[in-house]
């Protein structure tokens, strides 16, 4: 049985029948040469047609060094795109998702690069999106509870309250809404206006989540268990959280004038 919740209709898209497709699963990493290859020995390792690309900002710790080390273990199934310096993760991810449209993905999953979302919940975050159930699935840290490990307080109040925050202003009808580990069907990378979205930290994920929503694409939270990172930096800040903020009330206001 599958715990999760679907928002919207639970009836299958029209063009959505369970089709065996192919998975890109896009880790952007930033200084993560003490946890890639840990992530990518798991991540390679999954069951079926699933392809890894990284999206390297000249991390000035060698991550980039590491994965093309790895590439030779995986001939053509590991992917690597080298950016000259720290441009942000929204960006990071547009790059990606382009790369997954032209490259004919069906499945496209975000992850983080610390190990803070665990690859072995991959298959139960693609397993609605390739069943036609939903078109976005969304690796939740607070439905049927709070997980979240080695988290101080303060962070999950942060967290939790940009919940609070995102959902009054824009009704977006997610727990979760700034989670980072989640499964797009290809269809919906192609419906959203990508040169539109600009949010780079927090905020980025808040605006694919909600732009799929008003664009009447069916979200579904499928609880994850989420782990702080043990290796590496934090790049939060609270730039981070002031962009995050003001976009919310953007992305509300850009909709009632129809400019979304
Ligand atoms: N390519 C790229 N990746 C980034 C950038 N900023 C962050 N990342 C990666 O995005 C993922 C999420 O960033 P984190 O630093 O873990 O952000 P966080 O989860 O909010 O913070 P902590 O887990 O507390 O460190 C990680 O894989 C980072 O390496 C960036 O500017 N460019
Ligand atoms: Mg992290």
Known sequence: MTRSRTINSPDPHP???PTPGRTLV???????ADNILAVLEQVMGLPGDLNALIIDDGSPDGTADRVREEQARH???LHLIERAGKLGLGTA???????????????????????SHNPADLPRLIEPVAAGTADLAVGSRYIEGVRVMNWPLSRLVLSYG???????????PIQDVTAGFKCFHRRVLEALDLDR???NGYSFQIEMTYRAW???FRIQEVPIVFT???????????AIVREAARKVWELRLRDLLRRL
Do not use: N, W
Request: some cysteine; hydrophobic content about 30%.
């Open 228 to 238: 702080e990172r043990t290796e590496g930096q934090s790049k939060m800040s609270k």
């Open 75 to 77: 001939p053509g199934r």
């Open 93 to 115: 991810y547009i790059r990606g998702f382009r790369y997954a449209i032209e490259h004919g993905y069906d499945y496209v999953c975000e992850m983080d690069a610390d190990l």
């Open 26 to 32: 896009i880790i952007p990493t930033y200084d993560e």
């Open 15 to 17: 063009d959505a029948a």
């Open 197 to 199: 979205v600009k949010s």
């Open 214 to 216: 008003r664009r009447g």
């Open 162 to 172: 940009a919940g609070v925050y995102t959902r009054a202003i824009t009704r977006l």
